[in-house]
């Protein structure tokens, strides 16, 4: 069954360093997710990503982080200076274009900022 | 905005007790409804899923889920747990607004006692 892969599965970095997570989607998938999980908390949407531009995102995601489809094959999303509180497990999510709206998650990237 | 409840935070059941937890959603239109499930230390996977047709849902691993549209409701079910079936189960709805963002519940803890 195809995959959702995240890459690193854990990032340790210092504060006010940036951090790059990436995620390799479905190939033939056409929407594209970030969702974070603060430890014990619920699973929060970040941002939606369809035809090369962001289509909606929360108010978590401020000027502090972007995503990006380099090549059209990985999902980025960068923090440009993190903070304590982005420590969480960040996962990426996947979706075709059926009208189902099945969603695939990776297996997330858990971010621990000291 | 849409919103889901889950009215339990945590459960706890004895091995081949029956369960069942309670999912409320907000939007009163056409949903799509989710369960997924999270075992420890591990990422969100599909239990199941309601789009249309029968209200009655069964998913993966002995769970299914009722559609009940009068009263927005869509709880789990499982007659018999395993220990196994420890983990965190999250009620998710597709949103309806661009990008089709999943909107989750709290997420209920269930532990089961062998």
């Known amino acids: 069954e195809p995959e959702v892969t995240q890459t690193p599965s854990h990032q340790v970095t210092q504060m006010g360093q940036e951090v790059i997570l990436r995620c390799v989607p479905i190939s033939n998938h056409l929407y594209f997710y970030w969702y974070r999980q603060i430890l014990g908390q619920k699973v929060e949407f970040l941002v939606s990503?369809?035809?090369?531009?962001?289509?909606?995102k929360s108010e978590i995601f401020d000027d502090q982080f972007s995503v990006e489809r380099p090549d059209g094959s990985n999902f980025t999303l960068k923090i440009r200076s993190t903070k304590l509180e982005d420590s969480a497990m960040y996962f990426c999510?996947?979706?075709?274009?059926?009208?189902?709206?099945?969603?695939?998650f990776g297996s997330g990237t858990r971010l621990t900022v000291v | 905005a849409q919103s889901v409840s889950q009215h339990n935070h945590h459960v706890i059941l004895s091995e081949a007790a029956s369960l069942e937890l309670g999912c409320n959603y907000s939007?009163?239109?056409?949903?799509?409804l989710f369960w997924y499930v999270q075992y420890p230390g591990q990422h969100l996977q599909l239990l199941l899923k309601y789009f249309s047709g029968d209200p009655l849902v069964k998913g993966i691993k002995g769970f299914e889920a009722e559609f009940i549209k009068s009263k927005f409701s869509f709880n789990l079910r499982k007659p018999s747990v395993q220990w196994s079936d420890t983990a965190e189960y999250f009620c998710a709805v597709i949103s309806n607004t661009g990008g089709f963002k999943t909107i989750f519940g709290a997420g209920t803890r269930l532990f089961v006692k062998a």
């Open positions: 939007y009163g239109g056409t949903v799509n």
């Open positions: 999510a996947s979706r075709g274009q059926a009208s189902n709206y099945g969603y695939t």
């Open positions: 990503f369809y035809n090369n531009e962001i289509s909606e």
